[in-house]
């Protein structure tokens, strides 16, 4: 593409690759110095001159200017970044009809039932913490919202896959750093808002604020989908001015689930829909994921989806990877794995557990907490797994460098009878629960849902899954065990 196609009253350079890290090499590419929290990309003109910018946009005023390199200056480089990198790529997010998902919990299970459920409906790609997704294609994921010149590659790339919409799952601090500000998004979904990211965002009204912008920035003729139970969902909503549709369970809703029956292996409830009302039984268990569903059920429908064209699907829904993922081999007392690691998702998967749990069973929890990240949130878990569990496990998740045992201490200072153990290594964590585990017990395995990775001082390093470790522990150390005893 020509420079003069994606800044006016430019030179007729060939452009083919755009550059925000400095490090990475691009023929004939157009950097720009974005300033992020850690770094400030006018730092790193010459690098990035050297790895083969030929273009460079700028906001400060620089000292230096090397001859042969064009430089344009901006006034804001993020803003500007969004806009050519939309151009550069066709704009995709245009011709494909795109859902954006936000909300502390459940956007990789409402974008994930949004792909599922419109298949065969219409084609339906995904981008999120689990996988990115579409047609034939997966691929591992990169940050839950992708940086702005991969999201619109990958969108791209989903066009030329002839999809024909995109399940987007938007974070707050996707929001915050600009990366979505070039996405055309049709439904915008808000699930809830809850205690975490405040590392990063300082205060709860800041991390609110982060995610109202989706729904501020959407056009009259969008729709935005709000859980109406949440205390925030009226407020995000305040500005916005898209056509507002609301879900939920216990106020009045444009959609909302009534009647419920949740069970160990399916849920039942009605679905109240104006004035239209639909018995659904499905394979999803847990009241929030009765909510995930109702966000994915109103986001489709509102967007032309036949409710009566999804009833058919609902009782046998794929299951999401990590997410109330259940590990079945034969064992005779329950395993659950989920990526819940905020307050909120750790109480609804704790109460779950509660209901399902006969009253002389134990529920085991088997957890952590990320290292260098919201260490307030720490002692909050330990005294939710206080109150629901019967033995905690506290163990290695993300420790980034922090010392694990460190870490578990901290959840510790919230746990005042619960009989509680630490076990730094994550796979010896979970032999620990399985070899202690009884008939009808309830296993727990938390924060990590379906990654293979665990991140470490130095990056991503593997890890086999905690649904891989306790099928190999099953089979290695508990089976074993059950025949030596027979």
Same mark, same amino acid.
């Given at each position: 593409m020509k420079l003069n196609e994606l800044f006016?009253?430019?030179?007729? #350079?060939?452009?083919?690759? %755009?550059? =925000?890290?400095?490090?990475?090499?691009?023929? +004939?590419?157009?950097?720009?110095?974005?300033?992020?929290?850690?770094?400030?990309?006018?730092?790193?003109?010459?690098?990035? #001159?050297?790895?083969?910018? %030929?273009? =460079?946009?700028?906001?400060?005023?620089?000292? +230096?200017?090397?001859?042969?390199?064009?430089?344009?200056?901006?006034?804001d480089t993020t803003r500007s970044l969004n806009k050519v990198a939309s151009i550069f790529f066709g704009h995709p997010s245009h011709s494909l009809r795109m859902f954006g998902v936000t909300g502390t919990n459940g956007k990789s299970s409402v974008t994930s039932l949004i792909?599922?459920?419109?298949?065969?409906i219409f084609r339906c790609g995904y981008i999120g913490t689990i996988s990115i997704e579409y047609g034939d294609v997966k691929l591992p994921p990169l940050l839950t919202t992708p940086t702005v010149v991969d999201l619109q590659h990958i969108l791209s790339d989903m066009k030329k896959a002839k999809m024909e919409a995109c399940a987007l799952e938007v974070s707050s601090i996707g929001l915050e750093q600009g990366r979505v500000d070039a996405v055309d998004f049709d439904v915008a979904v808000f699930t809830n808002l809850t205690h975490d990211h405040l590392d990063y965002h300082g205060t709860m009204e800041n991390y609110f604020l982060a995610k109202k912008t989706l729904f501020d920035n959407l056009d009259p003729d969008k729709v935005a989908i709000v859980n109406v139970d949440d205390p925030h969902g009226k407020a995000i909503v305040a500005d916005c001015p898209a056509r507002i549709y609301t879900y939920g369970i216990e106020k009045e809703a444009d959609y909302r689930a009534r009647d419920i029956q949740i069970l160990a292996d399916k849920t039942i409830f009605t679905l109240s829909y104006f004035s239209n009302e639909y018995r659904i039984e499905t394979n999803l268990v847990a009241t929030f994921n009765i909510y995930n569903l109702l966000a994915a059920i109103a986001a489709l429908n509102q967007s032309g989806v036949g409710i009566d064209e999804m009833l058919g699907k609902l009782n046998n829904i794929r299951q999401i990877e990590g997410r109330m993922e259940r590990v079945e081999e034969g064992q005779p007392f329950n395993i659950i794995v989920?990526?819940?690691?905020?307050?909120?998702?750790?109480?609804?998967?704790?109460?779950?557990?509660?209901?399902?749990?006969?009253?002389?069973?134990?529920?085991?929890?088997?957890?952590?907490?990320?290292?260098?990240r919201d260490t307030k949130k720490r002692p909050i878990f330990g005294a939710l797994a206080d109150k629901y569990c019967d033995m905690i496990i506290l163990t290695e998740d993300d420790p980034r460098g922090e010392n694990p045992i460190e870490i578990a201490e901290d959840i510790a200072k919230g746990i005042k009878k619960t009989n509680m153990i630490i076990i730094e290594n994550r796979y010896d964590a979970i032999r620990q629960a399985i070899e202690?585990?009884?008939?009808?017990?309830?296993?727990?395995?938390?924060?990590?849902?379906?990654?293979?990775?665990?991140?470490?001082?130095?990056?991503?390093?593997?890890?086999m899954g905690d649904q891989n470790a306790a099928r190999d522990v099953l089979h290695k150390y508990y089976f074993e065990n059950e025949e030596e005893i027979l």
């Open positions: 006016k009253n430019t030179p007729e #350079i060939e452009i083919e690759n %755009i550059m =925000v890290d400095s490090r990475q090499r691009s023929k +004939h590419a157009i950097f720009f110095c974005c300033k992020g929290l850690m770094n400030d990309g006018h730092k790193f003109i010459a690098q990035a #001159i050297k790895n083969g910018a %030929i273009v =460079v946009v700028h906001s400060d005023d620089l000292e +230096h200017y090397e001859e042969g390199i064009t430089y344009i200056r901006v006034e792909r599922d459920l419109s298949e065969g989920d990526f819940a690691h905020t307050p909120d998702g750790l109480q609804q998967i704790f109460e779950f557990a509660a209901k399902i749990t006969p009253v002389d069973r134990r529920i085991i929890a088997v957890f952590g907490s990320a290292g260098k202690m585990a009884n008939i009808q017990d309830t296993i727990l395995l938390l924060g990590k849902g379906d990654e293979s990775f665990m991140y470490g001082e130095f990056g991503r390093e593997p890890w």
